[in-house]
């Protein structure tokens, strides 16, 4: 989305001009004061040496941060540590074992609590078996699970004896995990039969083994039993998780790793049809996930029950469901399942049940509770609650302010994150203590890090203006490079504007300077808090044979944020198109990607607006999909066929 077509939105946003400071009851107990700014502006690598300090290093490092190199940073360079250890171990050794980690609940209703005790000897058990696999330092797994302790387990185990993870959301299709498995040349699989969702049983393991028919090098597959579903075992490859696991020794001997060891890999949408891995390393990688989750959720690890309702698969799972809280030694609550089952007051109840006291969750989970009626939360005692936080898109002024009042009573700090899987942990968000929000502002960059919004040309844009979002200085949790392809790194990062990091994210600075998110500026779309690509999914229609061409656009939506809408062109053979092939095409696309990338509306059509270099110009068919008129066309090759997509569907609805 441009930011020009953002303007109308900036002139909605200009217009707001409400403010929620924090209680005095909450910024006089808040961990951190405004003092924070100045610190990290005195010397942002001291500040940063400092929170480093609060984890548990087998080695100090000589240097915070090497960057004789840019783009490829290193950050506490010599420093040695095991990330395992630092979210588990050390709890124990500070006699915190009984403390809960998860309590789990899975969404038939079954529930387990793990303490820190048992997780730290459960993750023992997994990397042992691991390492009886063969699995050894620096070799890639892959995991391919639903929302369930042992999920955690394995990433841990993985951390544990130095084996990067790659972490595959559950609904991704067989296609899609057999790239990623492929991409960083993983050769173990962990998985499970199943998990629950909308109250069935859906199936993990079929897609594995489709998955798996392509990547000849993976040897072993980890399965552990969730729903009881019949699994197809192939001898000699698959292994039972309660078979092996559960039978393993309980004490594993962690030993250090570099502080640059890459601890996981996690693939996102780019501009182009292929995922990128996006690499995380261990001691940079946590110092951000574990200092931010403690200053932007003011965490009190003693007291505090943690819930981030987001999926493992997704880097806000990574950071602030594992590698965070448990570092802080945090009690969290771990969702299995869907927010409408067995009923839409399914989150509102777990609040309850376990007194959640900070929530963190998506806009498009905010809207759609709105759209069921506040009267469901109503039904329920949320006042457990203290803080309440967004991610994953711009969060709307309206859904801000229903999430304020009716989730959070009108009494309690609502913080909204900006961070990228690229930056690991967050990046721009008020600091709950300090910060007079403002509905639908992301607000300041964090201590420590830099931001900047900039013109076309680089130039930094004043107060009341709009532009590209930019990081001006390396921070410890940022990606180091794509997973086998560091000029890719360079070029899509750090080459628009040299020397600062290109976030592709629309950004506006208000008459005050603080921060609103406006979107995306590439052709990376949004749905429900998901990253897609439009490429990618115009080059997985275009793979079925029925496909001439397609372009892809992401449409306004007032639940998902941004809905997924497909202009195709059909080969003769294909007919003149009907409901059964848009039928099949949205099915092509779950199976090759998963059905978050399904389009919402596929319109079969002539031609496509093209300029006369062969560029798609994308605006326009947004303009068709939304039912605006349609704009400039005056740089099309041929300025018919706007007229011609547009009859066509008239005549075809
Ligand atoms: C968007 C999720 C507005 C943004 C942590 C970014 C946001 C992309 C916000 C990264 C926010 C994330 N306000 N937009 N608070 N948080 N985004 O990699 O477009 O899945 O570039 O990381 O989500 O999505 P990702």
């Known amino acids: 989305m441009s930011t020009i077509e953002h303007a109308s939105a900036i002139e909605n946003l200009a217009h707001e001009n409400r403010r929620f400071p924090p209680s005095p009851e909450f910024a006089a107990a808040a961990n951190v004061t405004a003092d924070i700014y100045r610190e990290a502006d005195a010397d942002r690598l001291a500040f940063w040496a400092d ?87 620096g070799d890639r797994v892959a995991i391919y699970m639903p929302m369930i302790p042992e999920t955690i387990i394995a990433m841990l185990a993985c951390a544990r004896i130095g084996a990067p ?37 859906v199936a993990l393991k079929p897609a594995v083994d489709e998955a798996l028919t392509g990547c000849p090098d993976v040897r072993s597959v980890l399965m552990v039993r969730r729903t009881g579903q019949d699994v197809a075992v192939t001898e000699g490859r698959d292994l039972w998780w309660h078979e092996s696991v559960d039978r393993a020794s309980t004490s594993h001997d962690a030993q250090a790793f570099d502080a640059e060891h890459p601890l996981y890999v996690m693939y996102t949408s780019g501009t182009t049809g292929k995922p990128k891995g996006i ?19 003011d965490l009190k690890p003693e007291t505090d029950v943690y819930w981030t309702a987001a999926d493992i698969g997704w880097v806000t799972g990574h950071s602030y469901i594992v590698y965070g809280p448990l570092s802080n030694a945090t009690t969290s609550v771990l969702y299995e399942g869907t927010p409408d089952t067995p009923h839409q007051g399914r989150w509102w109840e777990i609040v309850q049940k376990y007194g959640v006291t900070t929530l963190y969750c998506a ?55 900006w961070w990228q899987t690229e930056t690991g942990s967050i990046m721009i968000s008020p600091l709950p203590g300090i910060t007079a929000g403002k509905p639908g502002a992301a607000m300041s960059a964090m201590p420590g890090i830099g931001v900047d919004v900039v013109d076309e040309q680089g130039e930094s844009v004043g107060n009341g203006q709009g532009g590209y979002l930019v990081l001006t200085e390396p921070w410890p949790s940022m990606l180091r490079t794509i997973w086998g392809d560091p000029e890719r790194f360079k070029e899509t990062y750090w080459s628009r504007f040299p020397g600062r990091y290109f976030a592709g994210d629309g950004a506006k600075r208000d008459e005050d300077g603080d921060l609103w998110l406006l979107g995306r500026v590439d052709d990376v779309m949004n749905v429900s808090g998901h990253r897609l690509s439009t490429t990618e999914i115009e080059s997985a229609l275009v793979s079925n044979p029925k496909v001439a061409e397609a372009a892809v656009v992401g449409v306004d939506d007032p639940v998902t ?82 007229d011609a997509i547009k009859t066509g569907m008239q005549s075809g609805a």
């Not at 492929?182 to 998990?195: F, K």
């Not at 990688?285 to 959720?297: A, I, P």
């Open 279 to 297: 690499l995380h390393t261990s001691g940079g990688y946590l110092t951000g996930c574990s200092f931010t989750q403690w200053e932007t959720f």
């Open 165 to 201: 993870h790659t972490v595959v959301f559950g609904g991704f299709s067989a296609e899609a995990l057999r790239t990623r498995i492929l991409d960083c040349d993983a050769r173990v699989v962990i998985t499970a039969d199943g998990g629950y969702r909308k109250g069935s049983a």
């Open 51 to 137: 929170k480093a300090a609060r984890l548990d290093w087998a080695e100090p490092w000589t240097q915070v941060l090497d960057w004789s190199d840019p783009p490829f940073a290193k950050w506490f360079v010599g420093g040695r540590l095991n990330v395992a250890v630092n979210c588990l171990d050390r709890h124990v050794a500070a006699g915190l074992g009984d403390r809960v980690a998860y309590h789990f609940e899975g969404e038939p209703g079954d529930t387990r609590t793990i303490t820190y005790r048992e997780l730290t000897e459960r993750v023992c058990q997994a990397a042992n078996t691991l390492t009886a696999l063969g699995v050894q330092e």
């Open 561 to 642: 944020g941004q809905a997924v809408a497909a202009f195709v062109i059909l080969r003769k053979e294909a007919g003149d198109g009907g409901d059964h092939v848009t039928r099949e095409l949205r099915e092509h696309v779950a199976k090759e990607i998963g059905k978050i990338a399904q389009p919402r509306q596929i319109m079969v059509v002539a031609e496509l607006p093209k300029t006369r270099s062969g560029k798609i110009m994308r605006r326009l068919l947004r303009d068709v999909a939304e039912n605006r008129p349609v704009g400039d066309v005056t740089t099309l090759a041929d300025s018919g066929v706007m």
């Open 363 to 417: 806009p498009t989970a905010i809207r759609t509770f709105m759209k069921w009626g506040h009267q469901i939360p109503e039904g329920y005692d949320l006042s457990s609650l203290k803080l309440i936080g967004s991610v994953g898109e711009p969060i709307n002024p309206e859904a801000y302010m229903w999430y304020r009042e009716h989730i959070g009573g009108n009494r309690v700090p609502v913080i909204d994150t």
